[in-house]
C-alpha cells in the first residue's frame, strides 16, 4: 500500500495568516499517461464526516472558498489556507487514489486558531 | 440533492456480526462506485471497502479480509457491509462514501453522516 505521511500533526495559525499542510507518498501518484497526480484533500469538521476540498492536487471542488489551494507532484503535496477564518478550525486529511485500493489517507492534521 | 443515510448501529460482543446499510438518493446510484471508510474514536481515516457500480469489484482492506463483505443492491439503492468475527479494533464510525467515478481511482465527493459500531463484552 502507498502509505501519506502528513505533517504537521497540528498547527495554531492566527486568523486571516497563512496554513501550510504537507503531505508525502511513498511513491509517486502521478499517473504520466494523463499528467494527473491522484491526490485529493479533506475536511473533516468535529462531529461532522469528511468533506472532500481539492482533487487531482489542485483542483477545488464546487463551492470550496478560493482560499484553498493544492499544489504539489509527483510525491510531495501542500494544502494551503491564504487566510484562516475560523471556520476553518478542523482536521485535514489528504488521500491518495493511484494505486489499487484499498485507497489511504494521511494521518490528518489539526488546525486551531492562534 | 445528493443523500447518504447509514443504519445499522449497534453494540456487539467481540465475535459477532453486524450488518451496516447506506441508503443512496438523489443521484444514479448504479452509475459510481462506493465505498465504506471507518473512523475509530480519536483516531483517522481508513478505507475499509469499496464496490464498483455494477457490484462485480470489490476489495477490502487487510485487516478486514475474511470477515466483512461488501454489496449493493441497485434496484433499491442501497450499499451494505456485513461484518463478522468482530473485534474491539473494528469499533468506529462507519461512513458510506460516493466515489466520483464508476471505478475506485477516484475521490470520495459525498459522505453519509456515519454509524457507529460499538464491540465490546
Known amino acids: 500500500d502507498i502509505v501519506m505521511t502528513q505533517s504537521p500533526d497540528s498547527l495554531a495559525v492566527s486568523l486571516g495568516e497563512r496554513a501550510t499542510i504537507n503531505c508525502k507518498s511513498s511513491?509517486?501518484?502521478?499517473?504520466?499517461?494523463?499528467?494527473?497526480?491522484?491526490l485529493a484533500w479533506y475536511q473533516q469538521k468535529p462531529g461532522q464526516p469528511p468533506k472532500l476540498l481539492i482533487y487531482?492536487?489542485?483542483t477545488r471542488e464546487s463551492g470550496v472558498p478560493d482560499r484553498f489551494s493544492g499544489s504539489g507532484s509527483g510525491t510531495d503535496f501542500t494544502l494551503t489556507i491564504s487566510s484562516l477564518q475560523a471556520e476553518d478550525v478542523a482536521v485535514y486529511y489528504c488521500?491518495?487514489?493511484?494505486?489499487?485500493?484499498?485507497?489511504?489517507f494521511g494521518g490528518g492534521t489539526k488546525v486551531e486558531i492562534k | 440533492e445528493v443523500q447518504l443515510v447509514e443504519s445499522g448501529e449497534g453494540l456487539v460482543q467481540p465475535g459477532g456480526s453486524l450488518r451496516l446499510s447506506c441508503a443512496a438518493s438523489?443521484?444514479?446510484?448504479?452509475?459510481?462506485?462506493m465505498h465504506w471508510v471507518r473512523q475509530a474514536p480519536g483516531k483517522g481515516l481508513q478505507s475499509v471497502s469499496g464496490?464498483?457500480?455494477?457490484?462485480?469489484?470489490?476489495y477490502y482492506a487487510d485487516s478486514v479480509k475474511g470477515r466483512f463483505t461488501i454489496s449493493r443492491d441497485n434496484s433499491k439503492n442501497t450499499l451494505y457491509l456485513q461484518m463478522g468475527s468482530l473485534r474491539a479494533e473494528d469499533m468506529a464510525v462507519y461512513y458510506c462514501?460516493?466515489?466520483?467515478?464508476?471505478?475506485?481511482?477516484?475521490?470520495?465527493?459525498?459522505w453519509g453522516q456515519g454509524t457507529l459500531v460499538t464491540v465490546s463484552s
Open positions: 462514501a460516493r466515489g466520483t467515478g464508476s471505478y475506485y481511482k477516484s475521490p470520495f465527493d459525498y
Open positions: 438523489g443521484f444514479t446510484f448504479s452509475n459510481y462506485a
Open positions: 464496490i464498483s457500480y455494477d457490484g462485480v469489484s470489490t
Open positions: 511513491q509517486s501518484v502521478l499517473y504520466s499517461s494523463n499528467n494527473n497526480n491522484y
Open positions: 487531482w492536487a489542485s
Open positions: 488521500q491518495q487514489y493511484y494505486s489499487n485500493p484499498p485507497l489511504t
